[in-house]
């Protein structure tokens, strides 16, 4: 690959990268959170109940910055906090899942159909390189994350 195709490349995963936080700002603002806090309860979904640090850990955020996130989402009824019962100093933050998704699905359902729809017009194949391509990229910003954490 030539550096010109490179360089467009570059360029279109830049602005793949800024639509997709223009689309989850406006779908977080539109539910009444802000977009970072909106992606954070998306941890919630993936990995189920976390510690808040767990949570500090996943997000990169401080744990005093993890305590009021944890507030914001608790008011809201979508987490609460659970003392561990093997260690009485340990809090589990317990997501409400079937709240959260119901939450959001207003905004994303349509989406998600019309994803599925555009993933099932690559063959195979294609699908081999975009996976390809996305977990080494992951992998690669995951680095350079942790690099500078």
């Known amino acids: ?12 995963s830049q602005k793949y990268a800024y639509t997709s936080i223009q689309m989850h700002e406006t779908i977080a603002r539109n539910a009444g959170f802000s977009a ?5 309860l998306g941890f919630f979904l993936q990995k189920g109940n ?8 996943l997000t990169g955020l401080t744990t005093g910055a993890v305590t009021g996130l944890i507030d ?3 008011k809201k009824n979508l987490v609460k906090r659970q003392s561990d ?16 998704i ?13 994803t599925e729809k555009l993933i099932a017009s690559f063959s195979d194949k ?15 910003m995951n680095d350079t994350y942790k690099k500078y954490k």
């Open 1 to 12: 690959m030539d550096g010109d195709n490179i360089i467009e490349l570059r360029k279109l």
């Open 126 to 140: 294609e699908i081999q390189i975009i996976e390809s391509y996305i977990i080494k990229y992951i992998d690669l």
């Open 102 to 114: 119901k939450l959001f699905e207003p905004y994303y359902k349509k989406f998600q159909a019309e």
């Open 50 to 57: 976390l510690t808040a640090g767990e949570l500090a850990e």
């Open 85 to 100: 019962s093997s260690d009485r100093r340990k809090v589990i933050i317990v997501p409400d899942s079937q709240k959260i």
């Open 36 to 40: 970072t806090d909106h992606k954070y």
């Open 72 to 74: 914001r989402f608790e």
